[in-house]
């Protein structure tokens, strides 16, 4: 194994973790994606494996850019609160409301994904071993 490749592997691996996670989820949660999943397994692996790695891509982007957002400095927030409120701003709770919450559920989701990443490898693992 190079160990030039070795970050880009393990990211390759993290992104694919992730999408395999969002595939999972979507499978549990909805009997429509349910379907449409469990016809992704029975066919072209290779192709879901794409598609898996491309949407951990997709989410890691996201998350990466909603704690950004979170964790932004607070004078961007209080520019952003000082400007005036559009009418399809208006809808949403102001941030003094959303803040003590979100890192909260950010701990929460974090600690989510720790234990399914174990769960995986531990399921991983013993398929291996069969």
């Known amino acids: 194994m190079n160990p030039d490749n070795l970050p880009q592997m393990l990211q390759t691996g993290f992104h694919l973790t992730l999408g395999a996670t969002s595939f999972l989820i ?72 959303v803040q003590p919450n979100v890192k909260l559920e950010i701990q929460e989701l974090t600690a989510h994904m720790a234990a399914l990443r174990t769960e995986l490898e531990n399921l991983r693992v013993k398929n291996s071993q069969h």
């Not at 704690?67 to 400007?83: H, L, M």
Request: aromatic residues 2%; without cysteine; glycine residues 2%.
């Open 26 to 97: 979507e499978t549990l949660q909805d009997p429509v994606k349910r379907e449409e999943n469990l016809d992704k397994l029975k066919s072209d692996l290779g192709q879901l494996a794409d598609e898996l790695l491309e949407k951990g891509e997709m989410t890691d982007r996201e998350a990466r850019n909603f704690v950004d957002t979170i964790f932004s400095q607070p004078d961007d927030r209080e520019n952003a609160e000082s400007e005036s409120v559009s009418p399809k701003q208006s809808d949403a709770p102001p941030e003094s409301v």
